[in-house]
Structure formats: C-alpha cells, structure tokens
C-alpha cells in the first residue's frame, strides 16, 4: 500500500515552534524513561484484547504477576482454579496480574471465549509472535514470573508442587507454594527464598511465522511519514533517518521509543474524545512493523522495493502558506546555552477585521 502524504500534517516551520517544540519534548522523554524501568522498559506495552494496550507496570510498592499459558496445554488450563484464588489473595491496585497466551494460531476471539470458559481473572496477553516469552526467557505454560516495581524479576517458574510431572498430580495436593510465598516476600519488603524452580507443563509452542518487514519495503516508508520531517538534515530531531544505515545501527532505539510512543512526539492521550485533526500517533499496526523489523535483526530487504525518497518544501509546509505574516520588528537572539527562554511579543497586527471567526 502506498500512503499518500498530506503536507498538512506539518503545520509549522517556523523556528520559534520548532524550538519550543524540542524543548516539551525533551522533558516528556525523560519523565516517561525513569517510570518504566528494568524489565518494563525491555517489555514495552503489551497487547490485549480488542486492540488494548497493556502497560504492565506496577506501582512503585507493587508486584506484577505474568503467568505464561496455552489454552492448548491440560496443565495450564488444569491451574486455572489455583491462578484465580491468588488473585483473589492478592488483589488490585498493589498487586498487577498478567496472563499471556502463548497459543500462535488461535484467533483473538477462541482466546477471549477461552478466557471466559475458565473464568480467569487474569488480565489477558496476546503473544502469538512469542516476542513476550522470549523478552523474559519463558520456555513452558504455565510458568509464572514475579516482577516487582522496580521492574526485577524476583520469582519465576512453577506456580505450586500440584503436579509431580506432565500427568502425574502429587497425592498430597500443593505442598510447596511458590508462587505465593514469592508475592508475599515482595509485598512484605522480604527477600526471596528461591528464584527459579522448573516449572511442569507443556513447552511453549512455536511462534507464529509472520513475514518479517524490511526496511526498504515496510519501514522506510514508515519514517518518512512519520520521522523525516524532524529526523533529517537541518531540522529539530538529533540525528536524520533518511538511509538504511542511519535506522539500521539505532533499530532497537527505534523501536523503544515507538513502543513506549515517545516518538513521534504526541502528548493527546489515545481514545479520549474525538481524534485531532493531524494526529502524529502512530498506529498499533505501525508500532508493532517497527519492532518485528528490529527484532528480526533490521534487515535492508531489496533495495528494489524502497518507495522514492521524500521530498519536503524548503519553505512553508503549509497549503498555500500562510495567511498572514506578522513581523515583530526586529530579531531577538536566542543565547546558546543557558534557560529556557519565554518572551511575549506585543505587535501590532494593521488587521481591521477579526482575525478568527468567534466560536459561536
Ligand atoms: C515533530 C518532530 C519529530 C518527529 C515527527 C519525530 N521526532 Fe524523534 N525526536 C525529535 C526531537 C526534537 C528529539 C530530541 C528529543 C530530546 O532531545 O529529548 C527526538 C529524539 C528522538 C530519538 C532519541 C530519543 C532519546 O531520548 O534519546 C529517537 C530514537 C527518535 N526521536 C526517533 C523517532 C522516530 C522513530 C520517529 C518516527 C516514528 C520520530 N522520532 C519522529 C523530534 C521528532
């Protein structure tokens, strides 16, 4: 497909916009960085169901549960009853619980209708790409991590000692809880006693094969949408993004700041009200190009299939420019270093009619 671009999205060039705009953007970026740390950051937004995005950061004093599982696996689903009551146990807002199905060809829908057939109360994951379970080094359903607001993983592996092995549940019930005891010692500002203990279940299923976007069919595209008119020579962003080279050696920087929508900077939060006009947001669909391709290693692809590069107007970006220009009558410098700068300018317009029409 090939998007067409609409010089509006760009509504200003001028410096003064240009400067005020690096200067929100350099706080936005480094508010949002300190708050998802250790494994969050690596995890990013999850997806869940009906296109929901998941950030599974809990508070600062919290506990985040992620528990691996497959519809298809008899252990898995025969956990279920056990996962619910510790969720009752441990409840909301401190404690953040995750179920991430790892079934690759199940459809959202037989993933959502499972969900209910079990009554689970976990928060579900999709994950058939299996991009969830390799950022935490999951090998089996189910297998649960406890990851703590600082974004440690303190506890992972079995839930409880129910089953001896695949098939085979131990006589005397759970003995050993260690998912619990883990919970408790994190909530309880306790060490834990046993970081891992191999979890019984099935192995996670191969992920699903999707065909992995290059840069010069799928991403390139992307950044010159929705990155050039910052990330290229002379313009406000800190480096271009005009040529394989220069996505390829920051992919996996591309890709963190696309997840965590740092870039392109857009502060509107999603789905309140009606969607601006000229929103820079990028879409899921767009988010997750991006990170396949980064993850996949930020292969070129054939050269052959780059669209033609973009050419952007060295003047006003506007339709049809502006409709009036002001001039303040005369320059004023901006030092180099120092504070930030904010200076009104009281000019004089010359305009004998209103310059908008009132909102009625
Ligand atoms: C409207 C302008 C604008 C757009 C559009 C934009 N950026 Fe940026 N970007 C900036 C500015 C300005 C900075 C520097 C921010 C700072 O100094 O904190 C930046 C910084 C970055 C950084 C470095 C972040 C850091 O904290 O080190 C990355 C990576 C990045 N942009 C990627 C992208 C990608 C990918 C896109 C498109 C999907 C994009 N940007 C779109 C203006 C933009």
């Not at 649960?144 to 005397?172: E, K, L, M, P, S």
């Not at 970081?195 to 065909?211: Q, S």
């Not at 069919?217 to 949408?225: I, M, P, R, S």
């Amino acid at each position: 497909m090939k998007a067409s671009w609409n010089p509006l999205r760009s509504p200003d060039q001028s410096l003064g916009a240009a400067l005020a705009l690096a200067v929100v953007v350099a706080f936005a970026t480094s508010a949002a960085r300190a708050e998802d740390a250790g494994v969050f950051r690596r995890l990013g937004p999850l997806s869940g169901l009906n296109g929901k995005t998941i950030k599974p950061a809990p508070p600062a004093d919290g506990v985040a549960v992620v528990v691996f599982y497959s519809s298809e696996c008899p252990i898995s689903n025969a956990y279920s009853p056990t996962l619910n009551q510790l969720v009752d146990a441990f409840p909301a807002p401190r404690t953040r619980w995750f179920g991430v199905c790892v079934d690759p060809d199940l459809s959202e829908a037989d993933v959502a209708a499972h969900a209910r057939d079990f009554e689970l109360k976990l928060e579900v994951v999709l994950d058939r790409r299996g991009a969830v379970a390799r950022k935490l080094g999951a090998t089996m359903t189910p297998e649960a991590f406890v990851i703590d607001g600082r974004g440690t993983i303190r506890y992972h592996g079995r839930i409880d000692d129910q089953f001896a092995a695949r098939g085979v549940r131990n006589a005397a019930g759970a003995t050993e809880n260690e998912l619990k005891d883990a919970l408790s010692a994190v909530l309880g500002g306790k060490p834990v006693k046993t970081e891992f203990v191999k979890p019984v279940g099935c192995p996670i299923p191969e992920a699903l094969e999707i065909e992995t976007p290059t840069y010069s069919k799928d991403v390139a595209l992307l950044l010159q949408n929705n990155c050039q008119e910052c990330h290229r020579r002379g313009q406000v962003g800190p480096f271009a993004l005009e040529t394989y080279e220069q996505a390829r050696k920051r992919a996996a920087d591309l890709a963190s700041v696309v997840e965590d929508r740092l870039m392109p900077p857009w502060k509107a939060v999603p789905n309140v009200g009606p969607r601006f006009q000229h929103d820079r947001s990028l879409s899921e669909r767009d988010v997750r190009t991006i990170v396949a391709w980064a993850e996949a290693g930020a292969p070129e692809g054939d050269p052959a299939d780059l669209p033609p590069a973009r050419a952007f107007p060295i003047d006003w970006t506007m339709e049809g420019g502006p409709d009036l220009i002001i001039d303040t009558g005369a320059d004023f410098e901006i030092p180099a270093s120092g504070d930030d700068v904010y200076r009104c300018f009281v000019v004089p317009t010359n305009c004998h009619e209103p310059l908008a029409q009132p909102v009625p």
